[in-house]
């Protein structure tokens, strides 16, 4: 799932492409009976007001809240998109080919687009310049919604969200303050949970752990303020890295023009089972384990649960 790093990288490019563009049409495949009611475009009667509600529109500014992506519109309205597992959106120029059942719109340019994990277009705009905004998403789980832009913050999407780790009021103080909460909990699932902090999933837990010297299984009220001062530190220098690489393209995530990121590149935990821990004078191996459901990544030697 695309986090903070990849969704930020995906707001900055969308600030440089369409904003003060209209939206001329709408496409979505996503229409299905079974999401009736869900006030996502998923279901069709849905999909009617909201292809009513943005046609016309211009865009006059695009954010993130943790992994959500927002588009405000000139009709004081926002298209909220949440990229979930495997959505990325790209902006180029596309064609409609009929009969191609499966991936009717085809990318026309930047030759990027023509990426194979950029085909899946499950959602799409078309734009008064004749470009486009594109959902690939393979399998089919993002959302894509409407609400006031006065009340976004405080929508049933985004209210009970935790504080931005990168932002200039998340001070040592409010970490520590919003691990109360979790006290009796695993710090891994802690870190992930959006209730406590917005946008770090699965990635940039066991990067930023990796960086703090912390257990991923150990429980927040064991850790010594020291350690989760590291920690504060290691989770917004492992973010800003994620950004200012372009964010993570290890599985479906591409940036706006269809380009891989690069912070998969530089991995010291995350996915690096079996291999040598690469912090210098450490002996340890990079171990595998499972909490809460997720692939847990850390160093048996410098990360140790005791």
Same mark, same amino acid.
């Given at each position: 799932m695309p986090e903070l790093p990849e969704v930020e990288t995906t707001v900055n490019g969308l600030k440089a492409k369409i904003v003060n563009l209209v939206i001329k049409d709408v496409w979505t495949s996503y229409n299905s009976p079974y999401f009736k009611g869900?006030?996502?475009?998923?279901?069709?009667?849905? $999909? /009617?007001? $909201?292809? /009513?509600?943005?046609?016309?529109? /211009?865009?006059?500014?695009?954010?993130?809240?943790? /992994?959500n992506i927002l588009i405000n519109l000139n009709n004081g309205q926002t298209i909220l998109i949440h990229m979930k597992m495997t959505g990325h959106l790209l902006y180029g120029l596309y064609k409609f080919n009929a009969k191609n059942k499966n991936d009717p719109w085809e990318p026309i340019s930047p030759e990027s687009l023509k990426d194979p994990f950029n085909r899946r277009v499950r959602f799409l705009l078309t734009f008064n310049n004749d470009k486009h905004l594109a959902l690939s998403d393979t399998r089919k789980f993002a959302k894509v919604t409407l609400a006031k832009t006065a009340e976004i913050h405080t929508s049933i999407h985004l209210k009970d969200l935790g504080p931005e780790p990168l932002d200039k009021s998340f001070t040592l103080e409010v970490f520590l303050d919003v691990l109360k909460s979790k006290a009796r909990t695993k710090i891994k699932q802690a870190l992930t949970d959006q209730t406590v902090l917005s946008g770090i999933g699965n990635i940039y837990a066991d990067e930023s752990l990796w960086r703090a010297s912390i257990h991923p299984a150990k429980i927040v009220s064991t850790i010594q303020r020291v350690r989760l001062k590291e920690l504060f530190k290691a989770i917004k220098e492992t973010l800003s890295k994620g950004i200012n690489l372009g964010g993570d393209s290890m599985s479906d995530y591409r940036n706006v023009d269809g380009d891989r990121g690069k912070f998969q590149e530089k991995h010291m935990a995350y996915q690096k089972t079996g291999e040598k821990c690469g912090k210098r004078g450490c002996k340890g191996i990079i171990t595998r384990i499972v909490l809460g459901g997720r692939a847990t990544h850390y160093c048996d030697h410098h990360q140790r649960l005791e």
């Amino acid at each position: 799932m695309p986090e903070l790093p990849e969704v930020e990288t995906t707001v900055n490019g969308l600030k440089a492409k369409i904003v003060n563009l209209v939206i001329k049409d709408v496409w979505t495949s996503y229409n299905s009976p079974y999401f009736k009611g869900s006030e996502t475009i998923k279901d069709p009667v849905y $999909f /009617k007001y $909201f292809k /009513k509600t943005v046609i016309g529109q /211009k865009i006059t500014s695009v954010e993130r809240r943790a /992994k959500n992506i927002l588009i405000n519109l000139n009709n004081g309205q926002t298209i909220l998109i949440h990229m979930k597992m495997t959505g990325h959106l790209l902006y180029g120029l596309y064609k409609f080919n009929a009969k191609n059942k499966n991936d009717p719109w085809e990318p026309i340019s930047p030759e990027s687009l023509k990426d194979p994990f950029n085909r899946r277009v499950r959602f799409l705009l078309t734009f008064n310049n004749d470009k486009h905004l594109a959902l690939s998403d393979t399998r089919k789980f993002a959302k894509v919604t409407l609400a006031k832009t006065a009340e976004i913050h405080t929508s049933i999407h985004l209210k009970d969200l935790g504080p931005e780790p990168l932002d200039k009021s998340f001070t040592l103080e409010v970490f520590l303050d919003v691990l109360k909460s979790k006290a009796r909990t695993k710090i891994k699932q802690a870190l992930t949970d959006q209730t406590v902090l917005s946008g770090i999933g699965n990635i940039y837990a066991d990067e930023s752990l990796w960086r703090a010297s912390i257990h991923p299984a150990k429980i927040v009220s064991t850790i010594q303020r020291v350690r989760l001062k590291e920690l504060f530190k290691a989770i917004k220098e492992t973010l800003s890295k994620g950004i200012n690489l372009g964010g993570d393209s290890m599985s479906d995530y591409r940036n706006v023009d269809g380009d891989r990121g690069k912070f998969q590149e530089k991995h010291m935990a995350y996915q690096k089972t079996g291999e040598k821990c690469g912090k210098r004078g450490c002996k340890g191996i990079i171990t595998r384990i499972v909490l809460g459901g997720r692939a847990t990544h850390y160093c048996d030697h410098h990360q140790r649960l005791e």
